[in-house]
């Protein structure tokens, strides 16, 4: 699969390439600059790229996929690490391990509910969003960046909230954590019953092609259909992929031929209540600050949220390694474990948002409240460490996702869209180009 990131050159003598390999392009004996963009994995599937330099002219020569696409060998792991912004990325879980098994091995206390520490995470939501409202009243305009960056996450942390009452690992009253679930996603605008059913759906299809309701490959169909919906395709997974969350809002959570009848009655009441929401408090806070105050206040914050929203989920599951199967070929422990990925940010972002990114245990066992997971995943790491993927937020990890991790294919998972519609996929050009690539 090709990763086109960028990594120092080096000059060597051109050594004579054998035509099995696929190269496209002939070389010349001389000394050559050559850039890899990926590597070639021993014995397993993927894409080898490198740019070699001649005098002025640069040619591009491309090994073509040879095997299967999972990395088994220890120090193969190590340079993809490196070159996709991972700090560990796990070996393939061996097919006899269940998602039973795995879960047996989780101390009992990390299921338990504390409603002092479910309670205690509402305060700091509340508390820091109300800074955050403090801090954009009094801020002048150069720190209003900082401002809704704070208020934005906070927000952030309200999703986290309703996100585990909807899991039912809030509170052990289930009409609390309805009650408390929905005015959490009140601020976000977030139907809290829809999201509960489809967000469901994406803990027991993880990683699945067809089935999953969150982040997952572009088919190829799509690409092909139509070059209205080709260039938004491209747009969307590429620099607006950290919006991307708007339109997924916005597709899954206010049809209600989307759920089942037994489902309409709860998404009807959750559909009120966001409507009231906009109805009352949006001319509230126009009456009160006026257009410009509302977009201050509310809008920009909210988009924050959305950021952090976007950029949670694709990083918790999408990375050139990590397989979007089909059912027929679907393993649960391997999904779940294996397909997701733990991702460290900086303290403040941990706290406001109540450890969400400490999500592989979360998709271990969705009962685990969020105040757990921290322990949980140590659990994990003591039992289970070397199958997992783990890396520190940076921007070759996200310069990987949205400039590699595009169009569905079964043997390299991802193929970028420039492979696809190179004379459409300027964007991804653009990103590939500017985009920091630091770790």
Not at 150 to 160: D, K, N, R, S
Request: hydrophobic share 40%.
């Amino acid at each position: 699969m090709a990763c086109r990131l960028s990594h120092p050159t080096f000059h060597l003598e051109a050594l004579p390439v054998r035509a099995s390999c696929g190269v496209r392009s002939k070389v010349s004996p001389g000394i050559y600059c050559l850039k890899w963009r990926t590597f070639q994995h021993r014995g397993r599937v993927s894409y080898q790229s490198l740019s070699y330099k001649k005098s002025t002219k640069v040619v591009q020569a491309a090994v073509l996929p040879i095997s299967a696409p999972l990395v088994e060998n220890e120090e193969q792991r190590k340079q993809m690490c490196g070159m996709y912004g991972f700090t560990q990325i796990g070996e393939p879980l061996p097919d006899n391990i269940t998602l039973k098994n795995v879960m047996d091995t989780l101390p009992k206390k990390v299921f338990e509910i504390d409603d002092m520490k479910a309670w205690k995470s509402v305060l700091i939501s509340v508390t820091s969003y109300a800074l955050g409202i403090f801090m954009l009243s009094k801020a002048p305009w150069y720190l209003l960046p900082l401002a809704w960056a704070w208020t934005g996450t906070a927000l952030t942390g309200f999703f986290v909230i309703g996100h585990d009452c909807a899991h039912k690992s809030f509170s052990r009253n289930k009409l609390v954590e309805d009650i408390v679930g929905t005015l959490a996603f009140l601020p976000l605008i977030y139907p809290y019953e829809p999201w509960r059913f489809k967000h469901d759906r994406h803990h027991a299809k993880t990683n699945m092609l067809s089935e999953d309701t969150a982040w997952h490959p572009v088919w190829r169909e799509e690409i092909d259909s139509s070059p209205v919906l080709r260039k938004a395709i491209i747009l969307g997974y590429g620099p607006f992929r950290p919006w991307m969350s708007i339109a997924h809002w916005l597709m899954w959570h206010f049809d209600l031929k989307k759920f089942r009848p037994a489902e309409v009655g709860r998404v009807k009441i959750s559909l009120a209540c966001v409507f009231a929401f906009i109805a009352i408090g949006w001319p509230l806070i126009v009456y009160k600050t006026g257009i410009l105050g509302w977009i201050k206040f509310w809008f920009m914050p909210w988009m924050v949220y959305h950021f952090w929203m976007s950029t949670f989920t694709m990083v918790h599951h999408t990375a050139p390694h990590i397989p979007f199967k089909t059912s027929e070929e679907w393993n649960a422990a391997q999904a779940q474990l294996g397909g997701t990925v733990h991702c460290n940010y900086p303290r403040w972002i941990e706290i406001l948002c109540h450890d969400i990114n400490v999500h592989i245990p979360h998709h271990i066992s969705s009962k685990i409240p969020s105040y757990n997971l921290q322990q949980a995943h140590q659990s994990l790491r003591e039992n289970w460490g070397k199958y997992l993927n783990e890396a520190n937020w940076n921007w070759r990890l996200m310069k990987t996702i949205m400039t590699t991790c595009h169009v569905y294919n079964k043997e390299q998972f991802y193929v970028p869209f420039d492979d696809v519609s190179p004379r459409e996929s300027q964007p991804i050009t653009f990103l590939r180009k500017f985009m920091p690539d630091y770790t």
